[in-house]
């Protein structure tokens, strides 16, 4: 918890099975990322689904 500087995440988010699993992961990086530490997120994927990762990153990372 609250332990790692940085967090890379390079294109993976984007074979989330569904929002829920795509939420569950950003919530795990931010949980395990440290207050000021850096979050990498490498989206590898088209554009419209890009803007619906991001909108789901939004959301995860407000919950938080």
């Given at each position: 918890e609250?332990?790692?500087?940085a967090v890379i995440c390079c294109a993976v988010l984007h074979f989330s099975d569904d929002a829920a699993a795509f939420g569950r992961a950003v919530t795990e990086m931010g949980r395990v990322l440290a207050a000021g530490g850096l979050l990498f997120a490498r989206l590898a994927s088209i554009a419209t689904r890009y803007r619906r990762?991001?909108?789901?990153?939004?959301?995860?990372?407000?919950?938080?």
């Open positions: 609250d332990s790692m500087d990762c991001m909108c789901l990153t939004h959301a995860a990372v407000r919950e938080r």
